[in-house]
């Protein structure tokens, strides 16, 4: 058993009979610029190790650091979709720590004078309640390396024989989202935490500033936990829970740091400022380290960078290239194509709007796309266990089959054949039709023939069609429908056959 499945915890009901949870949300997002923060090194996720690297981000004695431009504006962008006050003149700041995958011994980052400041970001929850979490900073900093540790049960260090280290990752841009304290949030405080990252996901992904790729580390989600006792007007003691890299792990990670904390409250013990870390497999946290203070890292300005000075005129044209913002263009959609909440939150939670918009831009009417998306994609995707977007098809393929059901070329069934073969790499979705032969057959000359063929072969079921029991059909379009592989019209094969047993 291991020392998180062992600690005590208190009933959800009974933490919020007695405490009320103080929330602070700390995300980190890599920015999807093609060079890092301050050297020309490429940024490509999964690269061999240590292949993307220089004397600059290795930290090697006489290299200098130059601030990526790019890095900067989306900075700026992203502060301005925040509703922040865009700080115009700042300076980068020394981290001082030392940990084996941050090869300088410090980071470069910004301390008090962040890039961005004072905003907010409005939420809505699941029963469509807006909840506004204040928004104290967003600044500039760069990634850390990787650590890999090998030989344990658990991947972590204690007990690991050895580590390996890869600095591709050390220098890529990042920036940091500090929520203000997210207070009053009582029974809901686990569904705004994830509401809060859903959204903010979402608005990143808009601005097209990243991949915001949980699984792959380009979104990280610190999240801060304290609990005050009812009545009290001093927050208790937090304890942040690292990298939690699902958004229904943040709602998991909340829940389960307010039960465990509560417990140690109510056992008369204190609970300790720390680092955890999350346990997707079980849903439980375990101890990292002691949290450092600010004191701790002995911040000073880095010398080796001039200040970030963003002019008035530059801010208010980044600005103008905001997209509309999620929520809004959802609502937009949702009214456009007369959907339901709840069928647009089916959308959403499915990874599917997105690829139903690209697949109606792609000429698709939106109802045909939805029901290919959110029923047989999915489906395919499940089986994989893979996202919905990664299945091998795109949104025009999708139209283009969709399309060749309108002219009449592909039933609905063929059409499933059509995109298996898609899926399957066997080539553009004509070229599937061609290849495995599955076009409809529209000669009512060749449907004449078998239908002929099934009524000879069945006399007894074309008499009782002859007599009025036209039900009896079924069973002669049936076999057409085989004869023919599923490629006739099954609605004209009975239109022939009523006709000949007329």
């Not at 940990?99 to 300088?104: A, G, T």
């Not at 304290?226 to 699902?246: C, H, I, Q, W, Y």
């Not at 999350?278 to 946290?285: H, K, Y």
């Not at 057959?441 to 009025?468: H, M, T």
């Amino acid at each position: 058993m291991t020392a998180a499945m062992s600690e005590d915890l208190l009933a959800y009901d009974e933490v919020l009979e007695k405490f009320d949870p103080v929330l602070g949300m700390e995300v980190h997002v890599e920015l999807g610029t093609a060079t890092k923060m301050f050297c020309g090194c490429p940024t490509t996720f999964g690269g061999e190790p240590n292949t993307q690297v220089c004397p600059v981000c290795l930290g090697l004695p006489g290299s200098m650091p130059v601030v990526n431009e790019k890095a900067v504006e989306s900075a700026i962008r992203i502060g301005l979709a925040l509703n922040c006050s865009i700080t115009p003149w700042g300076r980068f700041a020394r981290k001082n720590y030392f940990y084996p995958d941050q090869p300088k011994n410090y980071q470069i980052s910004q301390y008090d004078e962040p890039i961005a400041q004072n905003g907010y970001l409005d939420v809505v929850l699941d029963d469509g309640t807006t909840w506004r979490v204040e928004i104290e900073r967003a600044h500039m900093e760069e990634d850390t390396g990787k650590s890999l540790h090998v030989g344990g049960a658990t991947g972590r260090i204690h007990g690991a024989s050895h580590s390996l280290l890869d600095y591709n990752r050390a220098g890529v841009p990042l920036v940091e989202i500090v929520t203000k304290p997210i207070e009053a949030t009582g029974e809901r405080a686990p569904e705004v935490a994830r509401a809060y990252v859903t959204a903010l996901r979402d608005l990143l992904k808009a601005l097209e500033v990243s991949d915001v790729r949980m699984d792959q580390g380009s979104l990280r989600c610190d999240a801060n936990v304290s609990l005050m006792p009812k009545g009290a007007d001093e927050f208790g003691t937090r304890t942040e829970t690292k990298n939690v890299n699902s958004l229904k792990s943040v709602e998991v990670a909340v829940r389960y740091e307010m039960r465990r904390q509560a417990a140690v409250l109510e056992s008369g013990r204190e609970v300790v400022q720390e680092t955890r870390h999350f346990q997707e497999a079980d849903g439980t946290t375990s101890q990292g380290r002691r949290k450092e203070t600010a004191e701790d890292y002995r911040y000073f300005p880095e010398p080796d960078l001039e200040p970030v000075a963003p002019s008035a005129e530059w801010v208010e044209q980044l600005r103008g290239t905001l997209p509309e913002l999620p929520w809004v263009r959802r609502a937009r959609i949702q009214s456009e194509w007369g959907v339901s909440d709840e069928e647009m939150r089916d959308l959403v939670n499915a990874g599917a709007l997105e690829l139903v918009i690209a697949t109606t831009e792609a000429g698709a009417p939106a109802a045909e796309a939805r029901s290919w998306w959110v029923a047989y994609l999915t489906q395919q995707a499940n089986t994989r266990e893979i996202e919905l977007a990664a299945l091998p098809i795109t949104p025009a393929q999708l139209a283009r089959v969709i399309a060749l059901i309108a002219e009449g070329k592909l039933t609905n069934k063929l059409a499933r054949q059509v995109v298996d073969g898609v899926l399957a790499g066997e080539g553009e979705p004509d070229e599937v039709v061609a290849a495995r032969g599955l076009e409809v057959v529209n000669d009512d000359s060749a449907l004449q023939a078998e239908v002929d063929k099934a009524l000879a072969a069945n006399p007894d079921i074309a008499e009782k069609i002859r007599g009025g029991k036209v039900a009896a059909a079924g069973k002669i379009v049936g076999d057409v429908m085989k004869a023919t592989r599923g490629q006739a019209d099954a609605a004209r094969v009975r239109e022939l056959v009523l006709a000949a047993c007329a």
